[in-house]
C-alpha cells in the first residue's frame, strides 16, 4: 500500500520560505515520476513541480524561480524548497507519484503578514 506523507507546512510571511517534504513507502520510488501539487480554497488542484526517476524537473510558471523540487531516492523522499513566498501560495500542498498513482494527505501552507 502506497503512502505518501508530507510535512513541513506552516505560516510564513510574504518573502520568507519553507521547505515541504514527503516521505514515501509502499512503491518502487527510484523509477517514480514525483510531484506535488496545490489546492487553495474555492480553486483547483494545480501541478507546481514534479521530477522524474533521472532528475528532470518541470514547473509551474507561476512557480518557476522560487520553488525548487528535488529528490533522495535513498530516503525515498521528495523535497520542495519554497522561496519568496507570495499570499496566492497560500494553499494546502499535495504529494503524488505516478507508479501507482497516488497523493498524499497535503500540508497546509498559508503566506500572510
Known amino acids: 500500500q502506497v503512502q505518501l506523507v508530507e510535512s513541513g507546512g506552516g505560516e510564513v510571511q510574504p518573502g520568507g520560505s519553507l521547505r515541504l517534504s514527503c516521505a514515501a513507502s509502499?512503491?518502487?520510488?527510484?523509477?517514480?515520476?514525483m510531484g506535488w501539487a496545490r489546492q487553495a480554497p474555492g480553486k483547483e488542484r494545480e501541478l507546481v513541480a514534479s521530477?522524474?526517476?533521472?532528475?528532470?524537473?518541470n514547473y509551474a510558471g507561476s512557480v518557476k524561480g522560487r520553488f525548487t523540487i528535488s529528490r533522495d531516492n535513498a530516503k525515498k523522499t521528495v523535497y520542495l524548497q519554497m522561496n519568496s513566498l507570495k499570499p496566492e501560495d497560500t494553499a494546502v500542498y499535495y504529494c503524488?507519484?505516478?507508479?501507482?498513482?497516488?497523493w498524499g494527505q497535503g500540508t497546509q501552507v498559508t503566506v500572510s503578514s
Open positions: 503524488n507519484c505516478n507508479i501507482p498513482l497516488s
Open positions: 509502499g512503491m518502487i520510488f527510484g523509477i517514480n515520476t
Open positions: 521530477i522524474t526517476s533521472s532528475g528532470r524537473t
